[in-house]
């Protein structure tokens, strides 16, 4: 290929469990564009950018940097190539300043001690060349999620990357915060970068790629211009049939208040209070959905709610009970279900089967009983048809759910909630990390709890799952209920990012009907 900096041969990897990851797999990037890598969860995206950024070792194939051969390499060689990561994830240290994190690990020195002016006027000098506003003094624990990006890939570029790889980098941010993002991303291909850019989000791939290259089962699908592609055609081409990229669901039949939370505060361990003087109801049959930047409170609203903390002041009734004088099992009992934000610490238990996680939230339900005991032949049974039902892909119901891709572990997760007939689905991020395929499932399945009168409080990042699934919205700034549109078709993707960033607030008596 004609100016080609990045060229991944028939790369194949088997994981020693016997899962394999990827096999002959090809990517083939130009100097100085934006390339998509798109597809479903457990595709091999996650495996071939940790075998090029040598965190992972390759079975077989070839991979060519700027025309030469990379052998075994390591994360560190890798860097020293020109090849830098931006993870999903930010690998910073909270309690450093701004340029402490950027220099880690290189810092200048005069004499036997690190040169902090040299330090902080490179970070200066790069942040003004690529447009990254961010203050070298502050400590990253006071930034925003979208300043902290920008620290992440000042640290790559500090390191003198040419290639820079992006997981998911729009997952947390505002439209606002993603637009800014595309103008610095577009000023580093102007510099002459090239991007890798990892998303599961087609309309924003559509702005701002040049290319695509698709992987479906571990499998090279192939490469498509973008220009020459529609939303419809790269959906197919990802999950191999037509998908659904908008909501049909009938208007909404709202019966009687079943959720009411009242004046809710909550200090956290750090004695920072994160949620101040929340209230809104949820009727039966309504999705409220809960609109915010990660880290205004919407977590802790949702754990609140579950019974995850003691010492929160106000009240929160679900038909007519308080939940805070619950235990987590009472309120899993009275009929309220949650899918957290955070399927691998608080969703699934990965060293223990299917099976296991699907019931976990039931050991002393009658139907599972044989006279006093569990019956595993019971449980087994549910499992199996929850396995189909949801049409989890595993080898059968006693492999670890660790062992599962991100979007079928999310489906054993869901599958365990809604099978539990709640009456109320708190839902924490249901969709995040997922394919667009396991996303469309997950959007029905939710669509249907709705129409079966249940109650849903859908709190998530991604503001077109907002706005296409909610009936009414809150949006929540610095831990207040900043404002509240009973229709959710009343506001913009647009308008939302500006009550999330705190730029309008609606007053008490606009926002009292929530």
Same mark, same amino acid.
């Given at each position: ?10 790369? /194949? ?50 991979? #060519? ?27 910073? $240290?909270?309690?450093?300043? $701004? ?5 880690? *690990? ?23 060349? #690529? ?30 990357? @040419? ?30 970068? /090239? ?18 290259? $698709? ?6 699908? =192939? ?6 592609? /529609? ?34 505060? #909550? ?5 920072? @209070? ?9 009727? !039966? ?21 579950? =019974? ?5 002041? *106000?009240? &929160? ?32 238990? !990965? ?7 699907? $019931? ?9 009983? %044989? ?27 006693? %492999?670890? +759910? ?12 869901? +599958?365990?909630?809604?099978?539990? %007939? ?23 399945? &939710?669509?249907? %709890? ?41 506001? /913009? ?22």
């Amino acid at each position: 290929m004609e100016n080609e900096i990045l060229r991944m041969e028939q790369i /194949t990897k088997i994981y020693p469990n016997g899962v394999m990851a990827n096999k002959e797999v090809n990517l083939f990037v130009k100097s100085g564009e934006i390339h998509a890598l798109m597809g479903e969860n457990g595709a091999g995206k996650s495996t071939l950018m940790k075998i090029l950024f040598g965190i992972e070792p390759k079975d077989n194939g070839k991979i #060519y940097f700027e025309g030469k051969e990379i052998h075994s390499h390591s994360a560190a060689e890798t860097i020293r190539l020109g090849i830098g990561m931006v993870h999903q994830h930010f690998m910073l $240290v909270e309690s450093l300043k $701004v340029y402490e994190n950027v220099i880690l *690990g290189m810092e200048p020195k005069k004499g036997l001690f690190i040169n902090k002016e040299s330090a902080i006027q490179l970070v200066k000098d790069m942040a003004k060349k #690529y447009n990254l506003n961010v203050d070298p003094m502050a400590r990253v624990c006071d930034l925003s999620v979208g300043v902290k990006q920008k620290v992440e890939i000042l640290k790559v570029l500090v390191r003198g990357a @040419k290639l820079l790889i992006l997981d998911e980098p729009t997952a947390v941010l505002t439209p606002q915060e993603t637009k800014e993002l595309f103008e610095q991303l577009l000023l580093l291909k102007q510099n002459g970068h /090239t991007i890798i850019f990892i998303s599961h989000k087609i309309k924003e791939v559509k702005q701002i790629c040049d290319n695509i290259t $698709v992987l479906r089962g571990g499998r090279y699908i =192939g490469t498509m211009a973008v220009a020459d592609a /529609t939303e419809e055609e790269i959906s197919r081409f990802m999950v191999g049939r037509d998908v659904v990229l908008k909501v049909h669901k009938k208007q909404p039949e709202f019966g009687d208040v079943l959720l009411d939370v009242q004046n809710v505060s #909550y200090t956290n361990r750090e004695n920072k @209070k994160v949620l101040k003087n929340v209230s809104f109801q949820l009727k !039966k049959g309504q999705i409220l959905g809960v609109a915010g930047v990660e880290g205004n409170g919407q977590n802790e609203l949702a754990e609140c709610i579950f =019974g995850f903390y003691q010492n929160v002041e *106000g009240k &929160i009734l679900f038909r007519g009970e308080n939940l805070l004088e619950k235990t987590i099992r009472d309120i899993r009992r009275i009929g309220v279900s949650y899918i957290p934000e955070d399927r691998m610490k608080t969703g699934i238990a !990965k060293d223990v089967s299917i099976w296991e996680n699907i $019931v976990s939230d039931r050991i002393d339900s009658k139907q599972l009983k %044989q006279r006093a005991f569990l019956s595993t032949k019971k449980i087994k049974k549910l499992a199996k048809e929850l396995i189909q039902d949801f049409t989890i892909l595993c080898k059968n119901e006693e %492999q670890p +759910a660790g062992m599962l891709s991100g979007g079928n572990m999310q489906k054993v997760v869901v +599958a365990r909630e809604f099978s539990s %007939q709640p009456k109320l689905l708190i839902a924490n991020q249901p969709t995040r990390g997922i394919d667009v395929g396991a996303n469309e499932f997950i959007w029905k399945k &939710i669509i249907e %709890q709705r129409d079966a009168k249940k109650g849903i409080l859908l709190i998530s990042a991604d503001l077109n799952e907002v706005l296409e699934l909610s009936d009414s919205i809150i949006v929540m700034c610095d831990g207040e209920v900043a404002a509240y549109f009973e229709n959710s078709s009343q506001i /913009t993707e647009y308008e939302l990012g500006l009550y999330m960033l705190g730029i309008k607030k609606q007053t008490e008596e606009e926002r009292r009907g929530a």
